[in-house]
């Protein structure tokens, strides 16, 4: 699959992000080693951003990994009193990113939940500033109605991986089990497109991260009315 940026102007805009910290950049090193997801550091940087700009305390991420794309939410929302809950479904992966938060020294700052995301999602009540959505990604529709019902107006939902390795963009499927997941995530991209409470652009960065802004009442009200 075609990459989404030239490989040149990825790598520019990846050596101006600043230099990471012993543990960050340790998990780099780790997940490249071991092949293990993450997001990478032009996108982390971005949520790091958005959760900063929007003054982000109550974060809510579905799908950790080994916590790389958590702590660096935390930068941003743990220095002004926030907390972020995160949902892992993978046991050796949540494992990690226990111990990665405990090195971190923010176990008390981020709740770590254990499960799976269809379960868990539909208990929780929020409101949350931001909703950052890497789970698998034949799940995202299934979970679009919940995130925006529990996002606080103005809030943020980003979707990570929305082009799925290219497959989303070229139509060319790479395993028979991926065609319905690709299938999903186009279904996913025209619904938040259209969504009447959403203001949605997608950035092609890393795999593709579409970012939806729930609009505020008295939007939705203007639309609702024609006024």
Request: glycine share 8%.
């Amino acid at each position: 699959m075609p990459k989404i940026l030239p490989e040149d102007v990825q790598q520019y805009i990846r050596n101006l992000i600043p230099p990471r910290d012993e543990l960050l950049s340790f998990m780099e090193k780790t997940a490249a080693e071991k092949v293990v997801p993450i997001v990478e550091p032009e996108v982390a940087q971005l949520l790091y951003w958005l959760a900063l700009s929007h003054k982000c305390s109550r974060v809510l991420e579905i799908g950790t990994g080994i916590g790389y794309s958590t702590l660096w939410l935390a930068k941003a929302v743990i220095p002004v009193g926030g907390k972020i809950t995160t949902i892992e479904i993978n046991k050796p992966r949540y494992d990690t990113a226990c111990e990665n938060f405990r090195r971190a020294g923010l176990v008390e700052n981020i709740e770590l939940i254990f499960g799976d995301a269809r379960e868990i999602l539909f208990d929780l009540s929020g409101p949350y500033d931001l909703i950052f959505l890497d789970a698998a990604k034949g799940k995202y529709l299934e979970f679009l109605e919940k995130c925006v019902d529990i996002l606080q107006p103005g809030g943020i939902l980003a979707a990570e991986d929305v082009f799925m390795r290219g497959m989303v963009i070229s139509g060319e499927i790479d395993k028979r089990r991926n065609k319905t997941a690709v299938s999903r995530l186009k279904d996913y991209l025209e619904r938040i497109i259209q969504h009447p409470q959403l203001e949605t652009t997608i950035i092609p960065m890393g795999d593709g991260i579409a970012l939806s802004l729930k609009k505020q009442n008295e939007i939705n009200n203007r639309s609702v009315t024609g006024r």
